[in-house]
């Protein structure tokens, strides 16, 4: 089980049955124009819709002269990137329509799925305590860099985009989806994009 700090959100082996699955179909996307374009895969939905005549087949021509052969060959290099993009929209479109088919059969039913679900979105939004506020230390960028600010924590240092000014040392810091809260003077919780 994966844990989420010590937040007590936890990854279930569903979860991240979930999570291995969500990646494959993403890699299928990027793996099936690879290997078109290597050659590996001969054929593809741009070539099928030429043989059926929905797209017109480029002409060939035996003997070109040289301004008719630099055109022929940028049509080769043309039709050649059209045809991975379309391997790509192809996997797009079956594992966007087949997403969720493909994921219960993974996971064996639909009960371990919307389990696995349920637990993935409150792994994803539960917040991180990173500690209490020690210390913040704003660096000005100058001329043409940015303000960033780091905050000093029990559990650490962090930086953040911008300036932090009127913070209470002692209060609570969260982390959630790539933004530092913490809670300012007037008791409102304040949210900084972390950078690294």
């Known amino acids: 089980m994966n844990s989420n700090e010590t937040t007590g959100a936890t990854l279930t082996e569903g979860a991240l049955k979930?999570?291995?699955?969500?990646?494959?179909?993403?890699?299928?996307?990027?793996?099936?124009?690879?290997?078109?374009?290597?050659?590996?895969?001969?054929?593809?939905?741009?070539?099928?819709?030429?043989?059926?005549?929905?797209?017109?087949?480029?002409?060939?021509?035996?003997t070109p002269s040289p301004v008719e052969g630099m055109f022929q060959s940028l049509n080769t290099i043309t039709a050649w990137l059209f045809g991975g993009a379309s391997w790509v929209a192809l996997c797009f479109f079956v594992m966007g329509f087949f997403k969720h088919r493909i994921?219960?059969?993974?996971?064996?039913?639909?009960?371990?799925?919307?389990?696995?679900?349920?637990?993935?979105h409150l792994y994803e939004t539960t917040p991180v305590p990173?500690?209490?506020?020690?210390?913040?230390?704003?660096?000005?960028?100058?001329?043409?860099g940015?303000?960033?600010?780091?905050?000093?924590?029990?559990?650490?240092?962090?930086?953040?985009?911008?300036?932090v000014g009127n913070v209470i040392k002692g209060a609570c810091v969260t982390r959630l989806d790539g933004r530092l809260f913490i809670t300012s003077l007037d008791e409102v919780?304040?949210?900084?994009?972390?950078i690294d």
């Open 146 to 163: 940015r303000d960033e600010t780091t905050i000093e924590t029990t559990k650490g240092f962090f930086r953040v985009a911008g300036t």
């Open 189 to 194: 919780k304040k949210d900084y994009v972390l």
């Open 130 to 144: 990173l500690g209490d506020l020690v210390d913040v230390k704003v660096n000005l960028g100058g001329f043409l």
């Open 103 to 120: 994921e219960r059969r993974f996971l064996g039913s639909t009960d371990a799925y919307r389990a696995a679900e349920e637990a993935l």
């Open 18 to 62: 979930l999570i291995q699955v969500r990646r494959f179909m993403v890699c299928a996307c990027f793996i099936c124009p690879a290997l078109y374009w290597v050659g590996i895969l001969p054929t593809g939905p741009l070539e099928w819709l030429q043989a059926i005549g929905i797209v017109p087949k480029l002409p060939v021509n035996q």
